[in-house]
Structures are given as structure tokens and as C-alpha cells.
């Protein structure tokens, strides 16, 4: 079974680009989350979707957005990039995101603003 | 709220030693419990989790980890270290309760594990 595919795995931008990332979740997997991670504040939740319906939304700025289409992939979009957003940024999948279905995680996506 | 604490952000073993890596979390309900390795340039990969039933329980790669609820631990353990242990390990909870924290992991700050030969 294919685990979670993270594309692409690096990015270099600048500031005030915008990126799209994109994830697609273990085969039969409904619930895709996307996380943050950076040295000064360690692994931040962002959002998950469920059915194509976003059902959970950490604390971050409007900027950072997603969407989760019929086949259950994701993308998440940041739009008006920040040097703050270098970060890798992690998918993880699970059959229908509930508490105690461990999550199934990329290799993730190494976003550098320059 | 929910909260993972890490004792440590930095543990050295030598190869063979046991390994010892803390975690305690705070939760007004029952929580489920992971751990997660990540090795450079990689995502997170399971250890082990714990959700009902047994309190200790065996991952992959040897380790293992007891939930103590009167402690609000859930340290992670292997007897013998191997060099390739070494890498960053994560302690995360999840609750069991329905509402607007469904599927959202907590994760403490981690824990770099080096391994000396």
C-alpha cells in the first residue's frame, strides 16, 4: 500500500508569492491534516478535511488555506509568503480522522522564502 | 486544553544502554497517546500508540511505553540502544471525545536522541 505522497518536496519562493502544496492520502483514507514545523515552535496543526469539508482549523493567519477534493487529495495554499512561512509542512492521513487512528505522514514539503 | 511536555530536548546513550525518553501531557478527558521518530529529511513515522486496554505497550524497532495515568506519563523505552536509534523522537495526544479537537494531534517539542558507539 502506497503511503502519503508529498509534492513537491522542495520550494524555494519569495516573499509574497504564493504556493500550492499538494497531498494525497493512503488509499481508502478520508481524513487529511496538514501540520507545520519549524525549529522555534516545533509541530503546529493547521487544518483538516474530511470529505472534502474542512472540520478542524489550528491558529493560523487566512493566509494559509486548503481544500480537499473527491478522491480525498489535498492542497493547501499560502498566499502572500512571509519569511516566517520557511517551514517544512507535513500531510498526514488517516480512514476518518478519528482520536484514536494514528496518523500516517509524508516526508513532507521544505518551503524556503528568500 | 491539551499539552505534551517533554523532559529533555536532548538525550545521549551509548549503543547497548537503555534508553529513556519522557513525555507527560495535560487533558481534561481520557487521551490517546503516540509516539512518533522522524529521521533527517523525513516525515513522522508510528513508534507505538496507546488508546484502551492494556497500559504497556510494545512498538516497533523494541520500543515500548506504559501510560500512567495517576502520573499523566507516557514515557517511551528500550532496553538496549542501537546506532540506528539515533533520530528525533515526538510525543503527541489526541482526545477521546468528539468536538472540535477530533484528529488533531498536541505534540511535545521533541526529543533528539544521540547514540554513541
Known amino acids: 500500500k502506497a503511503g502519503v505522497t508529498q509534492t513537491p518536496r522542495y520550494l524555494i519562493k519569495t516573499r509574497g508569492q504564493q504556493v500550492t502544496l499538494s497531498c494525497s492520502p493512503i488509499?481508502?483514507?478520508?481524513?487529511v491534516s496538514w501540520y507545520q514545523q519549524t525549529p522555534g515552535q516545533g509541530l503546529q496543526f493547521l487544518f483538516e478535511y474530511f470529505s472534502e469539508t474542512q472540520r478542524n482549523k489550528g491558529n493560523f493567519p487566512g493566509r494559509f488555506s486548503g481544500r480537499q477534493f473527491s478522491n480525498s487529495r489535498s492542497e493547501m495554499n499560502v498566499s502572500t509568503l512571509e519569511l516566517g512561512d520557511s517551514a517544512l509542512y507535513l500531510c498526514?492521513?488517516?480512514?476518518?480522522?478519528?482520536?484514536?487512528?494514528?496518523?500516517?505522514f509524508g516526508d513532507g514539503t521544505r518551503l524556503s522564502i528568500l | 486544553a491539551q499539552s505534551v511536555t517533554q523532559l529533555g530536548s536532548h538525550v545521549s546513550v551509548s549503543e547497548g544502554a537503555l534508553v529513556l525518553l519522557r513525555c507527560n501531557y495535560s487533558?481534561?478527558?481520557?487521551?490517546?497517546l503516540f509516539w512518533y521518530v522522524q529521521y533527517p529529511n523525513q516525515g513522522l513515522q508510528l513508534l507505538l500508540k496507546?488508546?484502551?486496554?492494556?497500559?504497556l505497550v510494545k512498538g516497533i524497532n523494541g520500543f515500548e511505553a506504559e501510560f500512567k495515568k495517576s502520573e499523566t506519563s507516557f514515557h517511551l523505552t528500550k532496553p538496549s540502544a542501537h546506532m540506528s536509534d539515533a533520530a528525533e523522537y515526538f510525543c503527541a495526544v489526541t482526545v477521546a471525545d468528539r468536538g472540535s479537537t477530533l484528529g488533531r494531534l498536541y505534540f511535545g517539542r521533541g526529543t533528539q536522541l544521540t547514540v554513541w558507539p
Open positions: 496507546y488508546t484502551t486496554g492494556a497500559t
Open positions: 488509499s481508502g483514507h478520508r481524513s
Open positions: 487533558s481534561s478527558v481520557p487521551p490517546y
Open positions: 498526514a492521513s488517516s480512514p476518518t480522522g478519528a482520536g484514536n487512528q494514528p496518523q500516517h
